[in-house]
């Protein structure tokens, strides 16, 4: 909230008032504009100076800290697809809040065996970063290009886990997929050590998306 200002009252000689009033607008304008340009400033360099520190710290660092993040949301939303979004929006800077409430419901797509949270997260990511955004739309550049981090993510993660489907991972995670939407079947889920397993395949996910993103920054 902003401060109100008192009102105070002086008396001024009216040329001294119109040639303060000239320089003080002229100091405002001016300090207006260099203030909007700090901030302009510190909005638009948010991923380069993430970026650039975390190509600074040790590798095994990074990945480590990543792997913290996703164990911590992983214990409070059991969610792989708001949980690797998570941990990677945070490390690198990003903005997407709307991004992470709209994952929602896309473990599995709606827990239905689909497309596993722990891809949809990392491609989300790669989407704020290497994506068109509206005034883009057209650009077929930007969508080829983004393209190519988001495919080699994908065979990286079907190279370690089989496929990018959550039932698929399941049979190989638990030696057998479940109906999460019967609640019977759930529930067996989660007496199987489901968090605990599903948080290693997101941490691994994890890992190999910021491996793409720092590569490609250090290529740059």
């Not at 491996?211 to 250090?218: G, K, S, W, Y």
Request: a neutral charge.
């Amino acid at each position: 909230m902003k401060k109100k200002l008192k009102r105070r009252n002086f008396i001024y000689n009216i040329v001294a008032a119109t040639i303060g009033s000239v320089a003080l607008g002229s100091s405002c304008i001016k300090e207006k504009d260099k203030s909007n340009r700090i901030i302009k400033d510190s909005a638009e360099d948010t991923w380069e100076n993430k970026i650039s520190e975390n190509l600074e710290m040790p590798r095994d660092l990074v990945m480590k800290l990543l792997d913290q993040k996703v164990n911590n949301y992983m214990q409070i939303s059991f969610n792989c697809a708001q949980s690797s979004f998570l941990a990677l929006k945070e490390q690198f800077g990003l903005k997407g809040d709307e991004v992470l409430k709209a994952l929602t419901p896309l473990s599995g797509i709606a827990e239905r065996g689909e497309t596993c949270g722990a891809v949809i997260g990392p491609l989300m990511v790669f989407g704020l970063i290497y994506g068109r955004g509206k005034s883009e739309l057209h650009d077929w550049d930007i969508y080829r290009d983004s393209l190519i981090p988001s495919g080699k993510f994908c065979e990286l993660f079907e190279k370690e886990f089989g496929s990018t489907m959550c039932h698929d991972i399941q049979k190989e995670k638990f030696g057998r997929c479940f109906n999460l939407t019967n609640p019977k079947e759930l529930k067996e889920f989660q007496e199987a050590d489901a968090t605990n397993k599903c948080s290693a395949v997101v941490r691994s996910a994890v890992r190999i998306a910021a491996e793409i993103i720092l590569e490609r920054a250090e290529e740059e």
